[in-house]
């Protein structure tokens, strides 16, 4: 008696332990189904998205930037200037920091286009630097039985650019306008849109989490224009004052394109960097000058990039950079320069979405 009651007190562990694995995942049919159907509206979804980009990139583009600017309404209606004239003189201001940011970048655009054939002829002459690399390049290859091309002579590209450029400018300005109007009638209608939006749901719950959503989306994105902003501004200063000392031409314009090119994350620097580097190379007469200012900018984007802007805005909106990253690039993909812009605030609200509709947990993390 006692030895089998030995036995059974020896074997409970071992059951307690098989009772606590979990069981074994197992898919329906009802679940394949299931994630067939939303496979199946997602990639027609992406696909409507990229169809429709002339329709959608204005109309995003409007209720993107008129959240953002919101707030400045809210301002001067605390003025008692009506909400109508405030989205006028809003997008009045906008139009007004573009001109003048169109202004600083087309002067040194309208040279350059000017100089192309000596630009063209000054980079063939300072190519013959990296003839010897090029050599030795060539006599490696050779070594493993590889029959180097000869290296073509860089000649200006032959394109047919008019019907291209018409085609291009003739949508720009439909854009242009469609954009316009939905950004003002937004602005004028943003308080209505909010309480019909909250109303639409019958009970209390619902009302205040659209209310909460709503709240943080317009806070977010004002805050994340008004910081990016001052942070560009201060990008594209810094660059005029590293183009002026080191000689570079047109640093007004450098500087300007540096702050516009910089509220594209990511890619904006690097585009920017390219563009010093083949400025640099064409106004200086040794390759050693043409790296001066590309390494004072590299400085400063590093900088900003890792001090400045997360010391600024914070952890709340913060982003991981892969995910930046892969917004940009998925965005870019689907609207081109327009989405690489609207990646980071279109990331932003599904980051909010995702924190009011579905909040973490805050349970322990299970161990193993």
Known sequence: MAGAEAARRKDAPTVRLAADEPPPLRFSLRDIASFSIITIALIAFIAALYAGR??????????????????????????????????????????????????????????????????????????????????????????FGETAPPTPAPTLPKIDWVQPTLEFVSPTIAQLLVFFATLVLFIASWPDMRRAAILMFPDREARLRTLRILNAIEGRLGNYLLMVTGINIGVGIATGVICAVTGMPNPAGLGALAATLNYIPIIGPIVMFVIIAIVGLISFPSIGGAIVPCALFAAVTFIEGHFVTPAIIGRRLALNALAVFLAIAFWTWIWGPMGAFLSSPILIVGLILKEHLMPDANGPLPEG
């Open 54 to 143: 002339l329709f959608f990139i204005p109309i995003v583009t409007g209720f993107v930037l008129g959240t953002m600017l919101s707030p400045a309404a809210q301002l001067l209606s605390a003025y008692r200037i009506p909400r109508t004239i405030s989205a006028v003189l809003i997008v009045a201001g906008v139009c007004l920091a573009l001109l003048f940011m169109i202004g600083l970048i087309s002067a040194p655009l309208m040279d350059w286009s000017q100089r192309i054939p000596e630009i063209v002829a000054t980079i063939k002459a300072k190519s013959h630097v990296f003839d010897r690399p090029l050599a030795l390049w060539n006599q490696f290859r050779e070594m």
